[in-house]
C-alpha cells in the first residue's frame, strides 16, 4: 500500500481519481482550497508555502499527484492573478517540497500546451516544433512543465508529467469556465440557449477511464516521461455532433442550439495521439461518447434535481 497525496483532490478529476486509487488498496490524502468532510482532507492553497509545508512535515508521501490548478482560458483572462498564482507559483512550492522530501510526483499538465499545433499532436511535438500556447492557461501548464524538467534536471526529483485531453464526467459541476459538455449539458436540462462554434472537433474522456490509466502510473513509474492520456484517436468528433448526442439524451429543444462560425482563440482541429498511454499504461478507454454522455445525463439530472 502506497501513500498518496492529491492535490486539488476534491476538485472534478481529483474526486474521481482518489474514488480510484483507493479502490486499488492505497493510502490516498487530499488538499484543496475547498474545505471536505474525509478525515484524510486537508485544506491548505498550495500557492501558499507554508500551508503546504505543515502538509509535508505532518506526513510521508510516497506520491503525490498535483492536480490543483485554476482551469480554463477564459478563467485565465477573467482570474489571471489566481490563475499564476496557482498554477506556477503553488507547482513551484510542490517542487521544492519534492526536493526536501523526494516523493515521486504526477505532474498534470494540459493537452492546451499544444496550442495552434494542428497535425498529430504527439508528446514529442513540444520538443521539436515552435508552438504558441493561445491563453494564459495554456502557457501556465507549460511553464508548470519546464519547472518540472528544470527541477529533474537541477535536484534530480523524479515527475511524470500528464497532458489530459477533453475529460468529462460527473463530479464536473456547471460553470461558464468549465469545457463544452458541462456547458451544453446544464443548458439543456435547464432550457439555456447555448452556442456551437462550427468546425471544431475534439477528443472527449470519460473521466472513469481517465483515470484507470492515470492510477496505472503508480505501476509502471517512468521519471521523466510525458503522457497524453484520453480516449481513442477514432473517436473524434464535431462539436456540432456531440451538441445533437447531448440535445437527444436531455430531450431538449434544438432550438436552445445557436450556430456560429469558428470560435477565436481556439485550436479548430485536435488530432492526439495515445498511443505512448497504452504501451506503457494499458491505456484502454471503454466508455464512447454516447454512453459518457448518458451517464453524464444522469448524473447531473440527479445533483440539480430535475
Not at 9 to 27: A, C, K, M, P, Y
Not at 62 to 91: F, P, Q, S
Not at 163 to 185: L, Q
Amino acid at each position: 500500500m502506497l501513500k498518496i497525496l492529491v492535490t486539488g483532490g476534491v476538485g472534478f478529476i481529483g474526486t474521481n481519481l482518489v474514488n480510484e486509487l483507493r479502490s486499488r488498496g492505497h493510502d490516498v490524502w487530499t488538499c484543496d482550497i475547498l474545505q471536505g468532510e474525509d478525515p484524510k482532507h486537508i485544506k491548505a492553497d498550495t500557492g501558499v508555502y507554508q500551508q503546504m509545508d505543515w502538509i509535508f512535515r505532518h506526513h510521508q508521501f510516497d506520491y503525490v499527484y498535483h492536480l490543483a490548478a485554476e482551469y480554463g482560458r477564459w478563467n485565465g483572462e477573467d482570474h489571471y492573478e489566481n490563475l499564476w498564482r496557482t498554477n506556477v507559483i503553488g507547482t513551484k512550492n510542490i517542487l521544492r517540497l519534492q526536493e526536501i522530501h523526494r516523493f515521486r510526483m504526477i505532474f498534470f499538465s494540459s493537452a492546451e500546451v499544444y496550442g495552434d499545433y494542428d497535425q498529430l499532436m504527439t508528446e514529442s511535438v513540444m520538443d521539436t516544433v515552435p508552438i504558441k500556447q493561445m491563453n494564459d492557461y495554456a502557457i501556465s501548464k507549460w511553464a508548470g512543465e519546464l519547472q518540472c524538467l528544470n527541477s529533474a534536471t537541477m535536484f534530480k526529483t523524479e515527475t511524470i508529467r500528464v497532458r489530459p485531453v477533453g475529460c468529462y464526467g460527473p463530479h464536473e459541476y456547471y460553470s461558464r469556465y468549465r469545457g463544452v459538455i458541462p456547458i451544453i449539458v446544464y443548458s439543456c436540462l435547464h432550457g439555456l440557449e447555448f452556442t456551437v462554434y462550427r468546425g471544431h472537433t475534439r477528443i472527449f474522456d470519460y473521466v472513469e477511464d481517465t483515470c484507470r490509466t492515470l492510477a496505472n502510473i503508480l505501476d509502471n513509474f517512468i521519471p521523466g516521461e510525458v503522457y497524453n492520456v484520453g480516449s481513442r484517436e477514432d473517436w473524434t468528433i464535431s462539436i456540432e455532433a456531440l451538441a445533437d448526442i447531448i440535445l437527444k439524451e436531455t430531450g431538449a429543444k434544438s432550438s436552445l442550439a445557436k450556430y456560429k462560425g469558428e470560435e477565436s482563440f481556439t485550436t479548430r482541429v485536435k488530432v492526439v495521439d495515445f498511443s505512448k498511454s497504452r504501451k506503457d499504461l494499458q491505456h484502454n478507454p471503454t466508455i464512447d461518447i454516447q454512453e459518457g454522455i448518458r451517464r453524464y445525463v444522469a448524473w447531473m439530472k440527479k445533483i440539480y434535481s430535475i
